[in-house]
Structure formats: structure tokens, C-alpha cells
């Protein structure tokens, strides 16, 4: 300590810091500081504490929740002893006590507590021996017998030095309180963010807006979302005030503008932070990431009995990286949809801060991202339009424009994507890419983080930066879990998960000691030890080991939260948006996608153009051509209409036969985030029915113009009936294109059925050759479009007197759907639209299975 300068000294919880004038000491959750708060209401990097050359002063560093100085709240200011610092709130903020330096023997050096030490869990026996590795793997002439290592308390959420070199938190997920050993929801026993006191006859209104009584800064949060309210006989009730994401009691979604009693136990929910009653006290708790996260004893099985997933077992610590590999065929992509619900596991539990997420869903996905493989976003659109599309979809509706925008703006910066926000997504690099999709799910600010395969396909460079990007949302106060193939990066991760083949663990621990635990020098090696002994127990191995008793072996300590199953219509997640807001909201961004891709735009302008102008090649009028005498007939007519009918079919069913199935990724991680299914598949019948019908009008200007029609029409102009039966052959066309779209697992697959769907109407048009009265033949042709289409045209044209008869000693004997009146022509229309209204249901039915099982039960 220079002369001159006043010794200071710190205290904070039992501890005590001798300041050092010489540094500056920083204040805030961020495990590297020097003082560190589990408290949310304290931002990352808070304050700082510095010696200015003439006194000691507090600066705050752009807190959320302000710096205080003996209850007012200070941007920088002097300190002394005697002086109190509260952060985060006056009353009740963490308090640092600030005091003389004692005498000199009693001082302990700079930097360094003198009471309490810093939190350090006990190091389980089996590390008082250091670790030796396994030699590489021989086949056993007997059973492995490995040692076994003592079990030690809570190991799988250990100790924060096993976390490496990239430790993100200090903190650990603890798990026992008086809330879990009521039977009730826990907290991982944290202390409550804040409090707030009730009263009888008082409501308390939470909500976004600042009139509220409890504002909740949190998008996810309607503007006035529930309220609190005492009855009449003392108790304490809430009622959701027709929220858009819900308010739940313990984990079950309440009917909008319903309510419940609460009881000593039960947990009230809203967006990120939940509540709880104790006496006439409200604790909230705000899910800033200090969460557990743990599988148990998953396991997966398809049809035929085969397991995909055996008896997996893993507990994640909070705000940690942690990467799973394996062979092709370890289960890694179920994992996946195991832990984030997409495909709940048939045995086991999945437990986000030991509540089941498989019963709790429609609360807690609104606290887990997913990122697949494929980019969840159209690559058509720019950043900002495409994230503003996103949050539109996921944030309630009365969120502003404003809000969104704030909220779109924080992410980008925070992924150093701002300076690219207004170019196209195809345009950037494959890292970039994935950036954007992980910017998409961290608009929600989920807690935890699953990525799948997020540097495939890209390079070394690329693969580094994506790893990196995850170290840092993980150091931010996030779980992340990332499936991947790549092993370069490894080393940055906290937690190390190894799928042997057939689905289940072969190690889960430091990366670092990995392979050591294998007793191979490369990855590679152990890779060739997986598929050459396919049939040694991998599993077996890992429970027999001493890493198993460290990390993993406590797995079932904890009891998970119980929950009263809810009926299943709860289950689903509630939409953020009405319905006609979901319906507009995708039909701008669809026109939007498609008014970006050039090619698509013009390649629907030309289609029609060159279908039109094949039937104008065709010399030939459509009216009879000798009105006079009814013997002589237009050979012609019928190859002209079927012209026409087969290249709206065409174009029709080609605009939509991709449509689904290149969306595919998108639609199954909205529809997760709550968008309605029925929404969706109207925006495309009404964006794609309209170019459609543009195409159909096109089409029938050109094949129609210069020729002789009839001089009336059945119930309208001739020309008109024969385009309005055109453009009704290409919408349930259309119609048929999703139906093919939806059933395909790959776009490739797409071309062929396309063509032969063409090739279909051609035959059934009833043109080429004789189809009524033909049994078998006649029904099969009433599932074909073309058949009720060209019949339409038909009725208009009288086509059945105007093309030579089919056998001409019965010249009456006509094809009944071809009849010259009004019914048949108002039949032919009504069939033919309800082909599509059926293909419409059917492409409902099949996008159910691309959305989360909980979803679908």
C-alpha cells in the first residue's frame, strides 16, 4: 500500500478484500471478477471499486438495475469507510460493507479473504490417486473389471475447477431446499431475485407495461398478462388476463382469463420467471440461466423392439458448453429430440431444473433453443427481415414494432452480426449463416441452448469461430449442448459426452480426459475401436470406471418435481398471435421470399406464357365448324382444351411441389415455438392459389385469343366459364403439388412424381380415348383433376357434339360429364374444387409428423 493512500477493506458475506490501490476491482456475476454475485438482479460486469489518486470511488458500468449508495442510486461516487453499496435495489440488493483496514498482523494479502474461503466442494477420494489412463482397447478374454471408485456427494453437478480453463461460473446448481422436501417445485434452492408483499383486498397486476404493479421486463410477457388477487376467505388466487404465451400454476397451463387457488407450494409461471407464495410474501425467481439440466435413464425404442437410445444418463452443470460425438448410428440426433421434446423418449426423464420437461412442455419450451442442422431461416430474406419475421411469430402481439426492433438489435451486436444485417442470407458464408440461426433463437433469451451439427459442412476457420461463438453464449450464462461430428474444438468445451454404437454412453467427463479414459492417442483410433468391437459393452465399461462415480453416478439423488398431468389440449404450447395475425404475418413474409428469388418470380411469368402458347400452335377453331349442319365436327377442339387443361395442371402443381418440403426445418422449430398449422398452410393455398389463377388467366388469354368460341355461355361468357374452369383445374392442382410436397422426405424426389402427375392428367382427360362406361377405369379417372377440369371446359364448348363421337353407329351416346347445361358445368366445378378442399385436409394431417410428439397426443 502507497503511503498517503487509506487502507480499505471490503466486506461481503463473512469475507473481507484488503484493497490494493494499484488495480481496480470488479463487481458483478461475471465468474472472473473479483467479487461475484448469484443474484440476478446484479449485471454481469456491475461496478467497479479503483483508487482515483485522491479517494476511493464506485463507478457503475451501465447496470441494469442501478448501484446504490446508502439507498440512492449513483453513477460514480466516493466510498469510505462506513459508506453502504447495494447493488440491484436499495432495500434489498447484495450489500458490500466498507470499512477501515485492520492492523497488520491482522490483514490478509490483496485480493484475498480473510474469513470464509471461496466455496470449494471436497474432492472425492478417488482423486487422491492420480488418474491412470486405460491402455488401448483388447478384446477381454474375461468380463472387464475395473476399479471402483468411491461415490461422492453430487458429483455430476461438481465442482466449478472440473469445468477447465473456460470455467463460466463459479456457482453451482444446489439440490436440496424446503421447497423440494415439501414435496413441491424447486429452485435448485437459490435465493428469490426479489420480493414483493401482498395484502388483502389489494391486486397485484403483472405484465410488460409500467402500469403494472410487478413489471416484468420480458417479451415473452403480454403488457398486462395476470393478476394476483386475495378472496374472500383470505387466500391468494391468479388469474390470467388473456395472456398470449399463458400463465401457468406448476407447470399446467390455465384456460385464458381463468384462474386458480394457490397454495403454499405451487409455482406461478410467467415468460421467464416464476412465483411463489410464502405467507403473504411474493418471491419471483427470474430464469437467468441458473438452471439444472439432466437426463435420466432415457431410452428409445422403434418398431421391432430395437433401442436406438439405451439407459442414457448425464447431468449438465449450469451455463456450461458441452459437445456430444459418436459413430453413425450412436443415437446422437435422437438424443436430441430426447432432451428438447421433439421425440419424448419412451423410458426416462428429462429434468430442467428438476422439473419434467416431457409434462411441463408448453411452459418450459419456451426456455430451450434448438438450432438444427439446416439453416431455420429463408435464405431469400435479409438478416433483419428475416429475424423480424421470427420475432414477430414468437413474440405476443402486443409487443411494438419498436420492442421487436430493440430486441433484434441487441442480438446481432451481441453476435457481431450488426454489420451484415442488410444482406441476404444466401450471400453469406456458411459460419455467418449460422450465426443468423443462432441469433433467431436467442430472440426468446432461452436459458438453454441445443445445437445439432452446427459446423457441418463447413471448414477448419469456420468450425473454430462456431465453437467459439458457443464458448461465448455459454460464459454469458447459458447451457449449450452441441451434437457434433468434428473433434478439433473439443478442448473449449466443459463436458464431454461420448455415444458408443447402439445408443449408449461410453464417457462423460472433461474432454481433456477423454482419451486417456480410452486409452487411445487420437479419436480417430477410438472411432475404429467403436466399430470394430461393435459388440464389446461400451456401457458397461463407462459405469464400471471411476469417471462414472465422478460425473454421473448420482444421477437419481434428486426427486423430480411431482405434477398433476394436465389434459392433453394443455399440453400444446398457446400461440403467441391470434390466428389471423399468425395467417398475415406469413403471408408478408412468403410474399416476401418469393418477390427476393428473381428466378422463381420470372420462371412463373414464362411457364404460363409458353403452356399458352402450345395450344395456339394447334390450327383449329374452338366453335363448330359448320354451325349449319352438326355432322361436321372440330377434330381439334379436344387436343386444344386438353392443352390447355395439362399445362395448368403442370404449372399449378409445379409452383407448389417444393414448397413444403424446402421448408420443412423452419416449420417443425415454429411450429414448436407455437405456430398454428392451419395458419401455415393457408398462407401457402392463398399466396400460391393466387398465382396460380393468374397463370390459369394467362394461359387461357393466349390459347383462347383468335379463336371462335360459342356465342353463349352457360351461365356467363364462354370465355370466361372455359378460364374460371381452367383456374379451378389449377388450384386443386396446386393442392395436389402440397400433398406430394409434404409426403416426400427430400426435394429430389419431387421432379419424378411431377412428372408423373402430368403424365396422369393426360391419360384421365377423357380426350385420348373413351373413359365413361369403362368400369374400374371410370372411377379411377374421378380421383384426377384433369378429368373435372377439362369436363368444365367441356360443358361450355359442347365438346361432346363438337369432337367426332367415340363410336359413331351410337353417335348419341355421350360422355355424361361433357353435358351442355348449367348443372353439369356447376357439378364438374364443385367436384373438382372439393379434390382440392380433400387434398388440403390431407396435407394438415401429414404435417403432423414433422412437429414435437408431445404435441400430436
Known amino acids: 500500500m502507497g503511503r498517503g493512500v487509506p487502507e480499505l477493506v471490503l466486506e461481503l ?45 464506485v463507478e457503475d458500468h451501465g447496470s441494469t438495475n442501478g448501484t446504490y449508495v446508502h439507498g440512492t442510486r449513483v453513477q460514480r461516487t466516493e466510498i469510505g469507510p462506513g459508506t453502504e453499496v447495494r447493488l440491484g435495489n436499495a432495500q434489498d440488493g447484495p450489500r458490500i460493507g466498507v470499512g477501515a483496514a485492520a492492523p497488520a498482523p491482522q490483514r490478509a494479502q490483496a485480493g484475498q479473504a480473510q474469513q470464509a474461503p471461496a466455496y470449494q466442494p471436497p474432492a472425492p477420494q478417488a482423486q487422491q490417486a492420480p488418474y491412470q489412463p486405460a491402455a488401448p482397447y483388447q478384446p477381454p478374454a474375461a468380463p472387464y473389471q475395473p476399479p471402483v471408485a468411491p461415490v461422492p456427494q453430487q458429483s455430476w453437478q461438481r465442482q466449478p475447477q472440473d469445468r477447465g480453463a473456460h470455467d463460466p461460473g463459479a456457482s453451482v446448481p444446489r439440490q436440496q431446499g424446503h421447497a423440494a422436501d415439501a414435496g413441491g417445485p424447486v429452485h435448485s434452492d437459490r435465493s428469490p431475485t426479489t420480493f414483493h408483499q401482498l395484502a388483502l383486498g389489494r391486486v397485484m397486476r403483472i405484465g410488460r407495461a409500467l402500469e403494472n404493479e410487478l413489471v416484468v421486463s420480458d417479451l415473452q410477457v403480454s403488457r398486462h398478462h395476470a393478476e394476483f388477487h386475495a378472496t374472500p376467505d383470505g387466500r391468494f388466487e391468479i388469474r390470467d388476463l388473456g395472456s398470449h404465451n399463458g400463465t401457468y400454476v406448476n407447470g399446467q397451463q390455465l384456460q385464458k382469463s381463468g384462474s386458480a387457488l394457490l397454495g403454499p407450494n405451487d409455482i406461478v409461471a410467467v415468460g421467464h420467471s416464476t412465483f411463489r407464495l410464502v405467507g403473504d410474501r411474493l418471491e419471483e425467481f427470474v430464469d437467468t440461466g441458473e438452471v439444472s439440466f439432466s437426463a435420466r435413464h432415457l431410452t428409445v425404442t422403434v418398431d421391432g423392439g430395437k433401442q436406438i437410445l439405451k439407459d442414457v444418463s448425464f447431468g449438465i452443470p449450469e451455463k456450461s458448453l458441452v459437445a456430444v460425438i459418436g459413430p453413425s448410428g450412436s443415437g446422437k440426433s435422437t438424443l436430441l429430440k430426447a432432451l428438447t421434446g421433439y ?91 449460422k450465426r443468423v440461426s443462432v441469433a433467431l433463437e436467442l430472440l426468446t433469451k432461452p436459458s438453454l441452448l441445443f445445437l445439432d451439427e452446427p459446423t457441418s459442412g463447413l471448414d477448419p476457420g469456420m468450425d473454430r469461430d462456431v465453437m467459439q461463438l458457443l464458448r461465448g453464449l455459454a460464459d454469458d450464462g447459458r447451457t449449450v449442448l452441441v451434437v457434433t461430428h468434428s473433434v478439433a474444438e473439443l478442448a473449449i468445451c466443459d463436458k464431454l459426452l461420448v455415444m458408443a454404437p447402439g445408443g449408449a454412453v461410453a464417457y462423460f467427463g472433461p474432454p481433456e480426459e477423454a482419451l486417456n479414459f480410452f486409452g487411445y492417442d487420437t479419436w480417430a483410433d477410438v472411432f475404429s475401436a467403436f466399430e470394430n468391437y461393435r459388440d464389446y459393452d461400451w456401457a ?14 448420482d444421477i437419481d439423488a434428486v426427486a ?70 352438326p355432322q361436321k365436327f372440330n ?116 421432379m419424378p412424381l411431377l412428372v408423373m402427375f402430368a403424365i396422369v392428367q393426360v391419360v384421365f382427360t377423357g380426350v385420348l380415348f ?88
Request: with cysteine.
Open 13 to 57: 458475506n463473512g469475507r473481507t478484500w484488503t484493497l490494493d490501490p494499484s488495480r481496480s476491482y470488479t463487481l458483478g456475476r461475471d465468474p472472473q471478477g473479483d467479487l461475484t454475485f448469484e443474484d440476478a438482479r446484479v449485471s454481469w460486469r456491475h461496478a467497479t471499486i479503483s483508487w482515483s489518486g485522491r479517494d476511493w470511488v
Open 343 to 433: 421425440r419424448p423418449a419412451d423410458q426416462g426423464d428429462v429434468l430442467y431444473d428438476n422439473r419434467d420437461l416431457y409434462k411441463q412442455f408448453a411452459e418450459l419450451r419456451q426456455r430451450i433453443g434448438l438450432v438444427p442442422q439446416d439453416d431455420i431461416l429463408h435464405k431469400e430474406l435479409t438478416v433483419t427481415k428475416a429475424l423480424k419475421y421470427a420475432a414477430k411469430l414468437r413474440f405476443p402481439a402486443d409487443t411494438t414494432a419498436a420492442e421487436r426492433q430493440a430486441r433484434i438489435h441487441e442480438v446481432l451486436v451481441e453476435l457481431k452480426l450488426d454489420i451484415h444485417k442488410d444482406k441476404m442470407v444466401t450471400s453469406l458464408s456458411g459460419g455467418q449463416r
Open 540 to 553: 458397461g465399461r463407462w459405469r464400471g470406471s471411476q469417471h462414472y462415480q465422478l460425473y454421473a453416478a
Open 560 to 629: 423430480a418435481q411431482p405434477v398433476t398431468m394436465a389434459p392433453p389440449q394443455q399440453l400444446r404450447p398457446p400461440k403467441p398471435q391470434s390466428w389471423p395475425t399468425q395467417l398475415w404475418t406469413l403471408i408478408r413474409r412468403y410474399v416476401s421470399v418469393i418477390v427476393s428469388d428473381k428466378f422463381f418470380l420470372g420462371l412463373m411469368v414464362v411457364l404460363p406464357v409458353v403452356l399458352g402458347a402450345l395450344s395456339v400452335v394447334i390450327p383449329a377453331k374452338l366453335g363448330l365448324a359448320a354451325p349449319a349442319d
Open 635 to 750: 377434330g381439334k377442339a379436344g387436343p386444344i382444351v386438353m392443352v390447355l387443361a395439362v399445362g395448368i395442371s403442370l404449372a399449378g402443381a409445379a409452383n407448389s411441389v417444393r414448397e413444403l418440403i424446402k421448408e420443412r426445418v423452419i416449420y417443425e422449430r415454429e411450429r414448436a415455438t407455437g405456430l398454428s398449422r392451419s395458419a401455415y398452410l393457408m398462407s401457402k393455398v392463398i399466396v400460391l392459389g393466387v398465382i396460380t389463377v393468374l397463370q390459369g388467366v394467362i394461359i387461357c388469354a393466349i390459347g383462347l385469343s383468335g379463336r371462335q368460341l360459342p356465342e353463349e355461355g352457360l351461365v356467363m361468357p364462354p370465355a370466361v366459364e372455359v378460364c374460371v374452369s381452367i383456374t379451378a383445374l389449377g388450384f386443386t392442382s396446386m393442392m395436389v403439388g402440397l400433398v406430394i410436397s409434404s409426403l416426400v422426405k427430400t426435394a429430389e424426389k419431387t
Open 770 to 857: 373413351q373413359i365413361f362406361d369403362s368400369p374400374g377405369l371410370e372411377q379411377l379417372a374421378w380421383l384426377a383433376p384433369s378429368r373435372w377440369g377439362v369436363a368444365a371446359a367441356g360443358t361450355t364448348l359442347d365438346l361432346s357434339r363438337l369432337m367426332p363421337p367415340w363410336d359413331p353407329e351410337h353417335p348419341t351416346v355421350l360422355d355424361p360429364l361433357w353435358e351442355h347445361s348449367a348443372g353439369m358445368w356447376a357439378t364438374d366445378l364443385v367436384v373438382l374444387l372439393a379434390l382440392g378442399v380433400v387434398c388440403g385436409f390431407a396435407v394438415a394431417r401429414l404435417l403432423r409428423r414433422h412437429e414435437p410428439e408431445v404435441m400430436r397426443k
